[in-house]
């Protein structure tokens, strides 16, 4: 039979929709705290492919998920391209900055990334033979902007200013690097399907605050080059599109982008999403992740309102965004149970 996550995101309604959530694999789970303690740090353990793969199997072997996402990072790219990565403890990461033309001169193209990117693949690889048969691999990617934002800023930061700037002020090199991204993006995410990946997702986090035409031009344009390139390559990929905080912009945005699933946040609601999104795709997710912490009735009643409003077309659930390190396990087991025992009338 087909596994659970691929029959959802070929359109069909299921009883139950399959169930994975974004960050699985981490720091909410001490076999994962544990396993970074052996790696030393979060980049050796990103690139040990028997550690990263490790933490992949983690929630799977601790919840039967349906579906293990690559263990990696959307910042492994631009150090492939050249640019310094580190991370601070308690802060997050830090990268050299691109602020003008002079920062792309150092930048490596898009064939040169593979050599630095093979860990990631072999991991991939590993994941390939240790999964159970049922579970499907995700591979993934950063898309374009939210990528460039770390690249031009330097960091992550709250209105992603640093970016916005340099698009507004040098445009040229602001779009000479999305180019780069774009297409190094193609042909990482090529590399993760031929490494074993049946399913790949762009996440796109920042994408909420490009407004108008911007929105059009550097979340919706790239996504779209990207996912008709793939599908060129690799005939019947399925590929999520996640424009994180997109609003009004999530309508229409499948379609417009050739992806096969819509993965939402928790700004909107399920009803308004079955209502304006779910005609055009599977759509995924899109629990609000402080129910994690939370737990409790008010988590199972959310999930069953999410279940049932997406009831009436393919749906994957999951959460809007990221589970956080203050997570209780146990609530995942909750959400789980409950998703699984609430079938689609």
Known sequence: MTKTLLRALAGETLPNPPIWMMRQAGRYLPEYRATRAEAGDFLSLCYNPDLAAEVTLQPIRRYGFDAAILFADILLLPQALGADLWFVTGEGPRLSTITGPEGMRGLKGKD????????????????????????????????????????????????????????????????????????????????????????????????????????????????????????????????????????????????????????????????????????DSCIQGNLAPGHMVTGGQALIDETRRIVEAFRGGPHIFNLGHGITPDADPENVQLMIDTVRETPKR
């Open 112 to 279: 040169d990334i593979h050599d630095h990117l093979a860990p990631v693949y072999e991991t991939v690889r590993i994941l390939t033979r240790e999964l159970p048969s049922e579970t499907t691999l995700i591979g993934f990617a950063g898309a374009p902007w939210t990528v460039a934002t770390y690249m031009i800023a330097g960091r992550g930061t709250p209105d992603q200013g640093p970016a916005h700037a340099l698009r507004e002020g040098d445009n040229a090199t602001f779009e000479t690097l999305i180019d780069l991204l774009t297409e190094s993006t193609i042909e990482y995410l090529s590399m993760q399907v031929e490494a074993g990946a049946e399913v790949v997702k762009l996440f796109d986090s920042w994408a909420g605050s490009l407004k108008g035409d911007a929105f059009a031009k550097y979340a919706l344009a790239p996504a779209k080059r990207i996912i008709s390139e793939l599908k060129a390559r690799h005939p019947g990929l399925p590929i999520i599109a996640f424009p994180r905080e997109a609003g009004d912009n999530y309508i229409g945005f499948a379609k417009a982008v050739g992806a096969d699933c819509l993965a939402i946040d928790n700004s909107v609601s399920a009803t308004w999403a079955a209502e304006n999104l779910q005609s």
